[in-house]
């Protein structure tokens, strides 16, 4: 079965670090771009950052600078280190494989998704 | 522009026909995808490549594009169809992906 399963979430202290991991199963992370969307409570979904198959990596400007994705092929598993966490990064936080490819190579939906990890930046 | 514009609400009554827009610079050179979601539960890829299915969606959902915008097409709306609706893309530079705001869909 394809999915992947999200971790790493909690309750975090502004200027904290978290770690977040997406484990995937049924197909392998080094051969599909990988992206992590958040969502705060009530609101709608974000994109947060993507990974791509060749490993180039792009990030929402609202967290440039502060959270890095990376993959480790081995264990099938992408993560997002988040550093100087703010309040306005409490969400929560899904993994989604981006898949069904246009002509010119670039997938065009996110067909896999985890339930998600919450994070929560709180004093 | 980077962005996708959805109309926030959209109510339809009990077996009517319902049509959801998405409106955005990048539709105009990349597909668009549609996304339901229930309260509490994560987002599931409804509509991919403008007016493909998954397997597993019910017929009764159906997608579109020309130009700028983007359309989910409900044709004869159920209770269980009541959730919220996004619509993606990739941006304009085709680096990543773009979401619309979403559109809570409300069945009478």
């Known amino acids: 079965e394809v999915q992947v399963v999200e971790s790493g979430g909690g309750l975090i202290q502004p200027g904290g670090s978290l770690r977040l991991s997406c484990a995937a199963s049924g197909f392998n992370v080094r051969s599909n771009y990988m992206s992590w969307v958040r969502q705060a409570a009530g609101k709608g979904l974000e994109w947060v950052s993507v990974?791509?198959?060749?490993?180039?990596?792009y990030y929402a400007e609202s967290v440039k600078g502060r959270f890095t994705i990376s993959r480790d092929n081995s264990a099938n598993t992408v993560f997002l280190q988040m550093n100087s966490l703010r309040g306005e990064d409490t969400a929560i936080y899904y993994c989604?494989?981006?898949?069904?490819?246009?002509?010119?190579?670039?997938?065009?939906?996110?067909?896999?998704w985890g339930r998600g990890t919450t994070v929560t930046v709180s004093s | 522009s980077s962005e996708l514009t959805q109309d926030p609400s959209v109510s339809v009554a009990l077996g009517q026909t319902v049509k959801i827009t998405c409106q955005g610079d990048?539709?105009?050179?990349?597909?668009a995808s549609w996304y339901q979601q229930k309260s509490g539960q994560a987002p599931v890829l409804f509509i991919y490549g403008n007016n493909n299915r998954p397997s597993g969606i019910p017929d009764r959902f159906s997608g579109s594009s020309s130009g700028d915008t983007a359309s989910l097409t409900i044709t004869g709306a159920q209770a269980e169809d009541e959730a919220d609706y996004y619509c993606?893309?990739?941006?304009?530079?085709?680096?990543?992906?773009?979401f619309g705001g979403g559109t809570r869909l409300t069945v009478l």
């Open positions: 989604a494989r981006e898949y069904y490819y246009d002509r010119r190579g670039y997938p065009s939906s996110m067909d896999v």
């Open positions: 990048s539709l105009r050179t990349f597909f």
């Open positions: 993606n893309s990739r941006d304009v530079s085709g680096y990543h992906m773009v």
């Open positions: 990974v791509h198959r060749d490993g180039s990596t």
